[in-house]
Nanobody, 127 residues
């Protein structure tokens, strides 16, 4: 079983920044794509950003391009999402995820069934 634990969420003013962290515990982590998804109340879950295991291939949703940056540290088994210039519409529960089989694009866009999920962390952008 892959264990994922998110942290770093909270309340931030519009225009502010947050960095989300995800700690993983699994021998497959180094060989898995990673990503961040979010879900707002009454809305479908959407892929925000995904990153390949080793070659730095990335995917970003159009709504966050230029504002969010995904990164990983395989030695520490950590995934990060740096969020800048936050907007109220970024308010959602953010989930860390990994996928051993999928390409970055397919992971973020298609949400394959084998994705492993964390519990989520709340991000609220409000003045």
């Amino acid at each position: 079983q892959l264990q994922l634990r998110e942290s770093g969420g909270g309340l931030v003013q519009p225009g502010g920044s947050l960095r989300l962290s995800c700690a993983a515990s699994a021998y497959t982590f180094d060989y898995s794509a990673v990503g961040w998804f979010r879900q707002a109340p009454g809305k479908e879950r959407e892929g925000v950003s995904c990153l390949s295991s080793r070659d730095n291939t990335t995917y970003y949703a159009d709504s966050v391009k230029g504002r969010f940056t995904i990164s990983r540290d395989n030695a520490k088994k950590m995934v990060y999402l740096q969020m800048n210039s936050l907007k109220p519409e970024d308010t959602a529960v953010y989930y860390c995820a990994t996928d051993f089989w999928s390409t970055v694009h397919d992971m973020c866009v298609l949400e394959p069934r084998l994705i492993q999920w964390g519990q989520g962390t709340q991000v609220t952008v409000s003045s």
